[in-house]
């Protein structure tokens, strides 16, 4: 069971929030230039990252609010939680480059968290848990 710190409403079980999806997926300026394929490619293509990934997330039975989350896809760790609208945060590994590694990999320099703080919005509180388990209890 992931426990998942709202910005607005501070950690609440996962099963209070509903996935969104893949985040900074622009809208099309001009969607109805776009040929079919680009249509379809848009509304279906999203990235399958196996390592950390960048997230929408709604928290549905709380605050109904929209977020975005970075989170390893195979260890569940989540690394940072951050407003809409706000760009993904550069997380690096200590020794790892700034460069992407992978296809389809990017980063993304930007301000957010608070200072001490990394990995919450501006005004979300401090989660007492952030170990990660999965619905098999592992």
Same mark, same amino acid.
């Given at each position: 069971?992931?426990? @998942?710190?709202?910005?607005?409403?501070?950690?609440?079980?996962?099963?209070?929030?509903?996935?969104?999806?893949?985040?900074?997926?622009?809208?099309?300026?001009? =969607?109805?230039?776009?040929?079919?394929? *680009?249509?379809?490619?848009?509304?279906?293509?999203?990235?399958?990252?196996?390592?950390?990934?960048?997230?929408?997330?709604?928290?549905?039975?709380?605050?109904?609010?929209?977020?975005?989350?970075?989170?390893?896809?195979?260890?569940?760790? @989540?690394?940072?939680?951050?407003?809409?609208?706000?760009?993904?945060?550069? @997380?690096?590994?200590?020794?790892?480059?700034?460069?992407?590694?992978?296809?389809?990999?990017?980063?993304?320099?930007?301000?957010?968290? *608070?200072?001490?703080?990394?990995?919450?919005?501006?005004?979300?509180?401090?989660?007492?848990?952030?170990? =990660? @388990?999965?619905?098999?209890?592992?």
């Amino acid at each position: 069971m992931l426990l @998942i710190s709202c910005p607005n409403c501070g950690p609440r079980d996962e099963t209070e929030f509903h996935y969104g999806g893949q985040a900074h997926v622009a809208y099309p300026e001009s =969607p109805n230039d776009l040929t079919d394929r *680009q249509w379809a490619e848009y509304l279906f293509y999203r990235e399958n990252t196996k390592g950390t990934f960048a997230e929408r997330w709604v928290h549905s039975t709380g605050c109904r609010q929209w977020f975005n989350m970075l989170r390893d896809t195979v260890s569940y760790e @989540i690394h940072s939680i951050y407003g809409m609208g706000q760009p993904r945060p550069d @997380i690096k590994s200590p020794g790892q480059s700034s460069e992407p590694d992978q296809p389809g990999e990017f980063t993304q320099a930007g301000e957010f968290g *608070q200072a001490g703080e990394p990995g919450l919005a501006p005004g979300a509180a401090s989660p007492t848990a952030t170990t =990660p @388990i999965s619905s098999e209890g592992v």
